[in-house]
């Protein structure tokens, strides 16, 4: 397997995870989320413009999973430390390949062109009913800095 920067010729196998995201994360809290179809030019977008960092993994059967990340910068705030990071959006791993290592290079892609960006930190967001990602962040060393909490009425 390859972890490489995406191109205009992946879109469609992007767009094909991204609407397995969508359904998972619809499954899992369904009162805030829906499958969806992602837009193909946010994707197209994301593959071209320098601020954006999406990787894909490949095999010879093709990609199986992608991360998306951009550089970000803290709210100007007062109370706020400033300073640039690197947030990761999505990372997908497609279901049949789970498991064998493919999140962790994806991960280890982000972090290593987060570094290259001069970044201070690499952050992302999960839900809390995806546990199989949560372990693979805490393995990774993600640790909690913020837990935001809803009640319904």
């Known amino acids: 397997m390859i972890i490489?920067?995406?191109?205009l010729n992946d879109t469609d196998?992007?767009?094909?995870?991204?609407?397995?995201?969508f359904l998972l994360m619809a499954e899992y809290q369904p009162d805030r989320w829906r499958p969806a179809a992602?837009?193909?030019?946010?994707?197209?977008?994301?593959?071209?413009?320098e601020k954006f960092?999406?990787?894909?993994?490949e095999t010879e059967e093709g990609i199986t999973g992608f991360a998306f990340a951009q550089t970000q910068d803290t709210?100007?705030?007062?109370?706020v430390v400033p300073r640039r990071f690197g947030y990761i959006f999505d990372i997908v791993v497609d279901p049949a390949v789970r498991g064998q290592g493919t999140g962790k290079m994806l991960l280890d892609a982000v972090k290593a062109w987060s570094k290259?960006?001069?970044?201070?930190?690499l952050e992302l967001s999960v839900l809390p009913e995806n546990t199989g990602a949560m372990r693979l962040y805490e393995r990774e060393g993600y640790q909690p800095v913020i837990h935001t909490l809803a009640i319904k009425h």
């Open 75 to 79: 709210s100007p705030y007062t109370c």
């Open 53 to 57: 960092c999406l990787r894909v993994a």
């Open 4 to 7: 490489r920067p995406a191109t």
């Open 13 to 21: 196998r992007i767009a094909e995870l991204y609407q397995q995201l």
């Open 116 to 121: 290259a960006q001069g970044h201070t930190h």
């Open 38 to 49: 992602q837009d193909r030019g946010f994707i197209e977008n994301a593959v071209t413009d």
